[in-house]
T-cell receptor
Framework: DTGVSQDPRHKITKRGQNVTFRCDPI?????LYWYRQTLGQGPEFLTY????????KSRLLSDRFSAERPKGSFSTLEIQRTEQGDSAMYLC????????????FGPGTRLTVL | AQKVTQAQTEISVVEKEDVTLDCVYE???????LFWYKQPPSGELVFLIR??????QNEISGRYSWNFQKSTSSFNFTITASQVVDSAVYFC????????????????FGQGTILTVHP
């Protein structure tokens, strides 16, 4: 049984560059979530999809951030014109929409913006 | 707005000691779910338990137990006879019903409690 996978695991970039992360959810899960976690803090919700529809976006998701889930399977999160404040762990989770909706997390992508 | 507070930033114990991690939450909803996740040094959040707001029955799973008290808005987690492998950051989280109340969505996390178990 394959869990949630994320690629890359680590990304170092220079300020102003664009970066893209990928998340592959558990195969039968129709919901996919993105969270951001900074050092010493709990994860904060960014956005989520049900199938290919993006149903909610946090105010944390500035216009430099965009997420897609084109075929309702994998998802990408792109950050344009990265800033040092974007340095964080980006976590993806998936779930099977139900009354309980337990989310299972991937290993995360650690972004460092120099 | 919902909020989760884990007042204990760090806890250090010696192996075989029992340890309780506190979690207090705020929500205006009557229907919600509470969760505990573990984040070992590798970084991946591992699901431990889910509790429905209507189910205040305490639960025990091996060395883990959970005490949910709606009256005090608390959902505490106890590890009995702690082991070095329990060292991790533990997060309490809350999800509320999505509009319509038929399913639940985004999680609101506490700041986490760093647990260190010394041999």
């Amino acid at each position: 049984d394959t869990g949630v996978s994320q690629d890359p695991r680590h990304k170092i970039t220079k300020r102003g560059q664009n970066v893209t992360f990928r998340c592959d959810p558990i195969s039968e899960h129709n919901r996919l979530y993105w969270y951001r976690q900074t050092l010493g803090q709990g994860p904060e919700f960014l956005t989520y999809f049900q199938n290919e529809a993006q149903l909610e976006k946090s105010r944390l998701l500035s216009d430099r951030f965009s997420a897609e889930r084109p075929k309702g399977s994998f998802s990408t999160l792109e950050i344009q014109r990265t800033e040092q404040g974007d340095s964080a762990m980006y976590l993806c989770a998936s779930s099977l929409s139900s009354r309980t909706d337990t989310q299972y997390f991937g290993p995360g992508t650690r972004l460092t913006v120099l | 707005a919902q909020k989760v507070t884990q007042a204990q930033t760090e806890i250090s114990v010696v192996e075989k000691e029992d340890v309780t991690l506190d979690c207090v939450y705020e929500t205006r909803d009557t229907t919600y779910y509470l969760f505990w996740y573990k984040q070992p040094p590798s970084g991946e959040l591992v699901f431990l338990i889910r509790r429905n707001s209507f189910d205040e029955q305490n639960e025990i799973s091996g060395r883990y137990s959970w005490n949910f008290q709606k009256s005090t808005s608390s959902f505490n987690f106890t590890i009995t006879a702690s082991q070095v492998v329990d060292s991790a950051v533990y997060f309490c989280a809350l999800s509320e019903a999505i509009a319509g109340g038929t399913s639940y969505g985004k999680l609101t996390f506490g700041q986490g409690t760093i647990l260190t178990v010394h041999p």
